[in-house]
């Protein structure tokens, strides 16, 4: 590890908005002690309608600014970038950088039976391909069946998560999966946990859901374990938020999406 960092330094994590909080939500639920900074792009989002060019270069600036704050890691909480940015990213740096799709990839194959799994993300993020040909370069014979689901995202946000409107909403994007007869469901954006017992609700119980956030932070455990480098102090960590941009509604949203008050947010200029 690089000189001025320790078990203590902490972990960077980064999304296009506030749907990335859903995954800090995960790492401060699975690592309590750990010190975390979040930064949420939200001057420039979304990310999912623009080119592979301004999201690797939105992501090195952001990168730059996380280990300039002397992090131990970096999580890239954001799906599309997630999908185009990584090997830019861990150009900058040794310190591991992981992504959300890998982790949820695995996970989904460790728990599907038939070997038919469902995957739901913007419009960026299924264009991408990027679910579907992480599955096959594990388990070339899965078959993997994706839908843009962006409608989720306002529901999410909106805070419109268990009325009428979202589970007419959910019904209409996942009646097919039930014909393609699947087993597991990857999330694969930060905004859909948050609907998560609705899209249960629709698919029925027997249908695995992964959250592709939950996973990266299960992920991070397990790098810093193997590398000696979990904070192990008693108390809970410290936690900082950074923004581009006050959005309207910021701290609603945000909390709605950590699940907790959130305190100590500043605006920064990339």
Known sequence: MK?????????????????????????????????????????????????????????????????????????????TASSVALPYLRKLTSLPVIGVIKPGCKAALKETNNFKIGVIGTLGTILSYSYKTQIHKIERETEVFSKACSLFVQLAEDGWTDNKIAKMVAKEYLDEFKRMNIDTLILGCTHYPILKNTISGVLGKKIKLIDSGEEAAKEVKRILEQEDMLNNQKKNGVHKFYVTDFQKKFKEISERFLGQPIHDVKKVKL
């Open 3 to 79: 000189k001025n960092i320790s078990r203590r330094s902490p972990i960077g994590v980064f999304d296009s908005g506030i749907g990335g909080l859903t995954v800090a939500r995960s790492l401060f639920e699975i690592l309590p002690g750990e010190n975390i900074i979040y930064l949420g792009d939200t001057a420039r989002l979304p990310y999912g309608t623009k080119s592979k060019e301004t999201v690797i270069k939105y992501s090195v600036e952001i990168t730059k600014f996380l280990l300039n704050k002397n992090v131990k890691m970096v999580v890239v909480a954001c799906n």
